[in-house]
């Protein structure tokens, strides 16, 4: 057991120093020193029962906690939406409550080590009656059972394997099989060479080739300025294609947003050519939605070419159906325009989710303010709204304030608020700016 668990941190160490090297986000990793022979005395009488024998050996031989987590940052592009949490405690076990309103037998049947930040739980299953039991990963939303492992032992040496996948149990999904987690499974393999490339691939060796650079960026983003410089030493036209190749065989649109996002970052205009045969490609199958499109042509088209084109598209949308903040919201935001602003008067009412955001991120000047909170009450609420969204990031309109008018407004709007969250806004927006909103 102690050569086993001397492997095991070795593994884990290693896991958590190429996860920090690489960019991920890392917790401490903990390892504990053994227990002593009273802890696990102490453990064993507030449980009631004997630990099996294997979990005695860990205890005492090896740590008496492990705790290890690390996730991966929201640009990677994986295979499977996995993260790392895995551990146990000999001061944390403990009998599982599964939700029943009266105790279950199962409550007494399975001995809970570790519990996922989702609320899952990972289980011990004494029923076996074994010196080294089966585990279990419990689902709290579907009250299922997924074996992990036939014995503790073999449950630790496969998600270490795996990376020290878990503790949800839609971490373990893709890996379960009839044996526990099938490490050598068209999944499994799949995956680890995917973090195998993640711990290893650097940008000083991907830089020198250009599979291994599209690999990266893959990995890790190309908003990294020395990213974006390794891809500027091959021709616009090659990178172009890779990144088209990339969103073409994406399985649906949600798996085409990274791939525009590195078309946009290695490219910018240079793509623009491409990103007009987009909007020439009527009748046929869309190859990016129109939200992707919209990004793609605020990013790589001059605004007087790219933002015509999609306030278009959403006004023959508005000749069907009533216009949506968030469909606004989402084709709009990355123009940062103030000529949003103009168009958004025709169609701004209620309800108001989305109009707000719209108008914050769109260059607002002060007179687009005085004018929205003058108007109908639904401008008036999204001016306050948007007001309220640009001290949350410190944005501040451009222009110069006519404080005598805008304090006017602000009165009028207090007076008119109906609801208290209407009258915090119209006093955060007055204590932010001190004697000039009074």
Same mark, same amino acid.
């Given at each position: 057991?102690?050569?086993?668990?001397?492997?095991?941190? /070795?593994?884990? !160490?290693?896991?958590?120093?190429?996860?920090?090297?690489?960019?991920?986000?890392?917790?401490?990793?903990?390892?504990?020193?053994?227990?002593?022979?009273?802890?696990?005395?102490?453990?064993?009488?507030?449980?009631?029962?004997?630990?099996?024998?294997?979990?005695?050996?860990?205890?005492?031989? &090896?740590?008496?906690?492990?705790?290890?987590?690390?996730?991966?940052?929201?640009?990677?592009?994986?295979?499977? /939406?996995?993260?790392?949490?895995?551990?146990?405690?000999?001061?944390?076990?403990?009998?599982?409550?599964?939700? @029943?309103?009266?105790?279950?037998? $199962?409550?007494?049947?399975?001995?809970?080590?570790?519990?996922?930040?989702? &609320?899952?739980?990972?289980?011990? $299953?004494? !029923?076996?009656?074994?010196? $080294?039991?089966?585990?279990?990963?419990?689902? @709290?939303?579907?009250?299922?059972?997924?074996?992990?492992? @036939?014995?503790?032992?073999?449950?630790?040496?496969?998600?270490?394997?795996?990376?020290?996948?878990?503790?949800?149990?839609?971490?373990?999904?893709?890996?379960?099989?009839?044996?526990?987690?099938?490490?050598?499974?068209?999944?499994?393999?799949?995956?680890?060479?995917?973090?195998?490339?993640? !711990?290893?691939?650097?940008?000083?060796?991907?830089?020198? $080739?250009?599979?291994?650079?599209?690999?990266?960026?893959?990995?890790?983003?190309?908003?990294?300025?020395?990213?974006?410089?390794?891809?500027?030493?091959?021709?616009?036209?090659?990178?172009?294609?890779?990144?088209?190749?990339?969103?073409?065989?994406?399985?649906?649109?949600?798996?085409?947003?990274?791939?525009?996002?590195?078309?946009?970052?290695?490219?910018?205009?240079?793509?623009?050519?491409?990103?007009?045969?987009?909007?020439?490609?009527?009748?046929?199958?869309?190859?990016?939605?129109?939200?992707?499109?919209?990004?793609?042509?605020?990013?790589?088209?001059?605004?007087?070419?790219?933002?015509?084109?999609?306030?278009?598209?959403?006004?023959?949308?508005?000749?069907?159906?009533?216009? /949506?903040?968030?469909?606004?919201?989402?084709?709009?935001? @990355?123009?940062?325009? !103030?000529?949003?602003?103009?168009?958004?008067?025709?169609?701004?009412?209620?309800?108001?989710?989305?109009?707000?955001?719209?108008?914050?991120?769109?260059?607002?000047?002060?007179?687009?303010?005085?004018?929205?909170?003058?108007?109908?009450?639904?401008?008036?609420?999204?001016?306050?709204?948007?007001?309220?969204?640009?001290?949350?990031?410190?944005?501040?309109?451009?222009?110069?304030?006519?404080?005598?008018?805008?304090?006017?407004?602000?009165?009028?709007?207090?007076?008119?608020?109906?609801?208290?969250?209407?009258?915090?806004?119209?006093?955060?927006?007055?204590?932010?700016?001190?004697?000039?909103?009074?």
């Amino acid at each position: 057991m102690r050569q086993q668990i001397e492997k095991w941190v /070795s593994a884990w !160490r290693a896991l958590i120093a190429d996860m920090d090297r690489q960019g991920a986000h890392t917790w401490p990793l903990i390892i504990a020193d053994p227990a002593q022979p009273w802890q696990v005395d102490e453990a064993e009488q507030r449980l009631g029962i004997s630990l099996p024998l294997a979990l005695r050996r860990l205890f005492l031989e &090896g740590t008496s906690e492990v705790q290890i987590y690390w996730s991966l940052p929201t640009r990677t592009v994986e295979p499977f /939406s996995l993260g790392g949490d895995i551990g146990w405690s000999l001061d944390s076990l403990e009998w599982p409550y599964f939700g @029943h309103d009266d105790e279950s037998a $199962d409550e007494r049947q399975y001995l809970c080590f570790h519990v996922g930040g989702n &609320g899952d739980m990972l289980l011990l $299953d004494l !029923r076996a009656c074994a010196d $080294d039991p089966p585990v279990y990963a419990w689902g @709290h939303e579907t009250d299922e059972y997924i074996l992990l492992g @036939h014995s503790f032992t073999a449950f630790v040496e496969r998600v270490t394997e795996l990376g020290c996948i878990g503790a949800e149990v839609w971490n373990y999904e893709p890996f379960a099989g009839a044996d526990g987690l099938d490490v050598h499974g068209e999944n499994a393999v799949r995956w680890k060479k995917w973090l195998q490339t993640y !711990r290893e691939l650097t940008l000083e060796t991907a830089a020198t $080739d250009f599979a291994q650079l599209v690999e990266y960026a893959a990995l890790h983003g190309a908003d990294d300025e020395r990213v974006r410089k390794a891809f500027d030493q091959y021709d616009a036209k090659v990178v172009q294609q890779a990144w088209v190749a990339k969103i073409s065989q994406a399985p649906n649109f949600a798996a085409k947003e990274p791939w525009c996002q590195l078309l946009v970052e290695t490219l910018g205009t240079k793509a623009a050519n491409w990103v007009r045969s987009l909007w020439e490609s009527a009748g046929q199958e869309k190859l990016v939605s129109d939200v992707q499109r919209a990004y793609l042509s605020a990013a790589c088209l001059p605004k007087e070419e790219g933002l015509p084109l999609v306030l278009a598209e959403l006004d023959n949308e508005a000749n069907s159906e009533t216009m /949506s903040g968030y469909t606004a919201y989402g084709r709009l935001k @990355h123009f940062r325009a !103030r000529e949003v602003i103009a168009w958004m008067e025709a169609y701004a009412a209620y309800p108001l989710e989305g109009w707000d955001k719209l108008f914050a991120v769109s260059a607002p000047e002060w007179h687009d303010l005085a004018h929205w909170l003058a108007g109908s009450e639904a401008q008036r609420q999204i001016a306050l709204m948007a007001w309220g969204r640009m001290l949350d990031k410190g944005d501040v309109p451009t222009g110069e304030p006519d404080w005598t008018k805008l304090g006017s407004l602000l009165d009028l709007a207090a007076e008119k608020a109906v609801l208290r969250k209407e009258r915090e806004r119209v006093e955060r927006i007055r204590a932010a700016y001190g004697e000039h909103a009074r």
